[in-house]
């Protein structure tokens, strides 16, 4: 009876160490990964069709017991569609920036001027978040 949360438990002790965190936001050249909880969300650039920071709505449950819920308590939520329907979330992006609204700004300069995603590899884009510079 106690085996299943105490194991759930375990894993999200470890994903901790290894993250060193509950999570992180990685942005690459290539792509990026969300990692919130036990879940890592991946995409590549080319797939991205819109950043927002509209957090979408969910729905539980099923049949007549299905319950639709927005999610009021995102804060600074980081929402990315991508080209084949998905919608990729960070629904508290200022646990990962001292501004999370500058990190969604961030993250959507570099899906829109892929010129500039050398800068993820050299410590610039973090200066770039810093300093909220999100024009080319």
């Known amino acids: 009876m106690f085996g299943g949360p105490a194991l759930v438990c375990a894993v999200l002790v470890w994903l901790m160490i290894k993250r060193r965190g509950g999570g992180y936001?990685?942005?690459?050249?290539?792509?990026?990964?969300?990692a919130e909880g036990l879940v890592a969300k991946?995409?590549?650039?080319?797939?991205?069709?819109?950043?927002?920071?509209v957090a979408p709505k969910r729905s539980y449950g099923w049949g007549p017991f299905k319950l639709t819920f927005s999610h009021a308590y995102a804060l600074c939520p980081i929402t990315i569609a991508m080209a084949n329907g998905k919608l990729m979330t960070v629904k508290q992006a200022g646990l990962y920036a001292t501004d999370?609204?500058?990190?969604?700004?961030?993250?959507?300069?570099?899906?829109?001027?892929?010129?500039?995603?050398?800068?993820?590899?050299?410590?610039?884009?973090?200066?770039?978040?810093?300093?909220?510079?999100?024009?080319?």
Do not use: C, I, K
Request: charged residues 25%; without cysteine.
């Open 42 to 53: 991946r995409g590549t650039w080319s797939d991205v069709t819109a950043v927002t920071d």
């Open 100 to 136: 999370g609204d500058a990190l969604r700004e961030v993250v959507r300069f570099y899906w829109q001027h892929p010129g500039y995603r050398v800068e993820l590899t050299d410590g610039r884009a973090l200066q770039r978040l810093r300093d909220a510079q999100f024009e080319a």
């Open 25 to 34: 936001v990685r942005l690459t050249p290539q792509g990026f990964v969300f």
